[in-house]
């Protein structure tokens, strides 16, 4: 009984370093709006309805397959060339160049890490902060999610637009703001192919509580038994 006791505590003490996205899903919100989108060039949805990407979420599976996808080396895609059409892909206003950007995930969820698909060239987006909030209300963003981040720049003449992941801490929230701060120096507009978050399946900080309480649990089972 000693031995499995231990074995038992040995075994969750090893989950805790297992991979924390092992298995991790692919989170698409179900709305976006923009806090000036009286103007928009073309429509927000195309964040969110996988449109232009070299393969759906479905294909894909998990969150960590964007970026090598099915263990190989090609990354997901977002098609450029039909980009540079217009099809596929969200544009602000005219002459506006910043914004905040709010996706509703649909649900509470435990999420950590932004997949994000940029516009081309100048236009697309280039500072952005990430926060998460309990309503859309813009009043208030939320919690910060890490520092400033900077976003790539792909010039017109290629032909796609990688993935860009951006990692934060999970954070349990159901409403997500991209607070985008400026584009690559366009004064036209801002554009954006693609937005996805990664679900995270189990929340991993609730462990230690685990290993602890199986350490005091057979603690006490030994301690019992010596005394009898």
């Known amino acids: 009984m000693k031995k499995l006791i231990f074995s038992t505590a040995i075994l969750v003490a090893a989950s805790l370093h297992s991979p924390a996205h092992a298995v991790d899903g692919i989170l698409q919100p179900i709305s976006v709006r923009f ?3 009286t103007a928009s060039s073309f429509p927000l949805t195309n964040l969110i309805n996988q449109s232009l990407l070299s393969s759906n979420y479905a294909t894909v599976g998990s969150f960590s397959n964007l970026t090598v996808l099915g263990g190989g080396t090609s ?3 977002h098609n450029s060339v039909a980009e540079v059409n217009n099809n596929g892909v969200w544009s602000s206003g005219n002459f506006i160049t910043d914004g905040v950007l709010t996706f509703d995930l649909g649900r ?3 999420i950590s890490d932004l997949a994000f698909w940029n516009g081309l060239g100048t236009q697309g987006v280039r500072e952005f902060e990430i926060y998460a909030d309990d309503d859309d209300n813009l009043n208030q963003l939320g919690q910060k999610l890490g520092a400033t981040r900077t ?5 017109n003449t290629v032909n796609n637009t990688t993935v860009q992941i951006f990692n934060f801490n999970p954070v349990r ?8 701060l400026n584009n690559h120096g366009s004064r036209a507009r801002i554009t954006a192919g693609e937005v996805a978050f990664r679900d995270v399946p189990f929340e991993f900080s609730n462990l230690p509580a685990m290993v602890f309480l199986v350490g005091v649990g057979g603690l006490g089972y030994f ?5 009898r």
């Open 151 to 155: 976003a790539t720049m792909f010039p």
């Open 173 to 180: 929230t159901r409403y997500v703001h991209l607070n985008i």
């Open 75 to 77: 990354d997901v895609i």
């Open 108 to 110: 509470e969820a435990l």
């Open 223 to 227: 301690r019992n038994k010596k005394g």
């Open 35 to 37: 806090d000036d989108d």
